[in-house]
């Protein structure tokens, strides 16, 4: 793609899956979990603990700096719509005509984990899903006929896992029944804000994202564990498209957790497409190995080598035969440790691309330093918890007010970027990757 040219439609999804095209992107961490911590008072805004809301025109132009044609970039609900019949544009305003005007492409992240705080029980008040599509609808009016890609929601997977396994964020429910009852809440959002866009803008490209994992096991008698891992894996990209029926793997499991055969049909009846499939996967975190020992079933993240990025995008192609696009990735740790997984998991792309597999974007994520979730419920100061995996670090000192350091992964980034192609290859067709996945 050429910088600044606008690719990012449902009509253009043939151009992207072409051979010589490729996505470079990059994204700013915007995880928004407004309900405080009982023990600490604390909520995590990202934008707010890494300086964004203040800085967001310095931010974007480093973004302008790499020369990326396209970001994930995402929108802070809580503060567009703070009461039920309130709305303030003013940033989201600023921020996404600010990247128009850099002609980066935005990808816009609608819902990253939190929700307005008014809106009680949050994934199981009945009427997220309405609540959910107005305000999406109401952003891509705005933006009709100029921002086309959108993420409804990212990491449906995780949201229900914290919001319903874990019971760390609203509504604050634990076990695999929880996960299940918000799983659902969350996938009937994304359904009823993807038909809503649609009548919006039938135009417009959804980017689907959820966090990936590859589960193992040493030990044989853990296979029936490890295979219902990974199917949970893929379950919201298999509810919202309509996947799940009576022969399909968890459709028992669902059943015995609380959703009935009427919600599944819902389902099959409202099933939406997947254009594009965003895969998020980091070496210290995706991998996992099951074990059991006398202290129950545990999970350990050996850190991955690059390799699986190829066995991931398999497992993808072949469930959902959709272009995928590495919508996150990058490594905790120094400038050389980021800089050698940047080196593998785009070699690892290339690789991928060899073998016909439409993996048509490259996104690493974060841009700059995060706060790690454990800010919330921690008592150290915001620094402390500065995990840095960007190009440009966070400067923790107190006087430095969190400037932007450069590292050298920024001219790294920007040489894979100026090759095009060249370091990821050319996608090798076939029959499958040559259809036409929009007409």
Not at 72 to 83: F, K, L, M, T
Not at 95 to 116: K, M, Q, S
Not at 275 to 288: D, E, Q, T
Request: aromatic share 12%; proline share 6%.
């Amino acid at each position: 793609m050429r910088h600044g040219e606008r690719t990012l439609t449902k009509q253009n999804l043939h151009r992207i899956t072409a051979p010589d095209s490729f996505l470079w992107a990059t994204g700013i961490e915007d995880t928004f979990i407004t309900a405080p911590w009982p023990k600490t008072g604390r909520t995590l805004d990202e934008y707010e603990l890494t300086g964004h809301y203040e800085r967001w025109r310095e931010d974007l132009g480093l973004m302008s700096e790499l020369g990326v044609g396209c970001a994930r970039y995402g929108v802070p609900w809580h503060r567009v719509q703070p009461a039920p019949n309130k709305w303030d544009w003013s940033f989201a305003d600023q921020t996404l005509e600010r990247l128009l005007e850099l002609e980066i492409e935005p990808i816009v992240d609608l819902v990253h984990y939190g929700l307005p705080p008014w809106l009680e029980g949050a994934y199981l008040n009945p009427d997220f899903p309405r609540f959910m599509a107005d305000y999406a609808a109401r952003l891509a009016t705005r933006f009709k006929g100029r921002i086309h890609a959108y993420t409804p929601l990212n990491e449906p997977r995780i949201t229900a896992w914290y919001c319903g396994k874990l019971g760390w964020w609203p509504p604050f429910q634990r076990g695999w029944r929880g996960f299940v009852q918000v799983m659902h809440g969350v996938c009937r959002g994304i359904v009823q804000t993807v038909e809503a866009l649609g009548r919006v803008d039938p135009d417009i490209l959804f980017v689907h994202v959820d966090a990936t994992d590859l589960y193992e096991s040493p030990q044989p008698e853990l296979a029936d564990e490890v295979f219902r891992r990974q199917e949970i894996v893929f379950l919201a990209l298999d509810l919202v498209s309509g996947r799940i029926d009576e022969h399909h793997s968890l459709y028992t499991w669902l059943l015995k957790n609380g959703l009935t055969a009427n919600d599944l049909d819902w389902f099959h009846e409202h099933a939406v497409e997947l254009p594009v499939i965003g895969i998020n996967l980091y070496p210290m975190f995706s991998r996992k190995i099951l074990t059991r020992g006398e202290r129950g079933l545990r999970i350990r993240m050996p850190y991955a080598t690059s390799e699986i990025v190829e066995r991931l995008a398999e497992l993808y192609w072949i469930r959902y035969r959709a272009p995928l696009m590495i919508s996150e990735t990058a490594s905790v740790g120094s400038s050389k440790r980021r800089c050698d997984w940047l080196e593998s998991s785009v070699e690892a792309t290339r690789r991928v691309r060899e073998r016909g597999i439409p993996l048509v974007g490259y996104t690493w994520w974060p841009m700059f330093a995060l706060v790690t979730w454990a800010y919330r419920q921690g008592e150290q100061e915001a620094a402390f918890y500065l995990k840095q995996m960007g190009f440009w670090d966070l400067d923790p000192a107190p006087s430095a007010n969190l400037a932007r350091v450069r590292t050298p992964l920024v001219d790294e980034f920007r040489r894979l970027l100026e090759s095009g192609t060249e370091a990821v290859g050319q996608l090798k067709q076939s029959e499958e990757t040559r259809r036409v996945y929009v007409s």
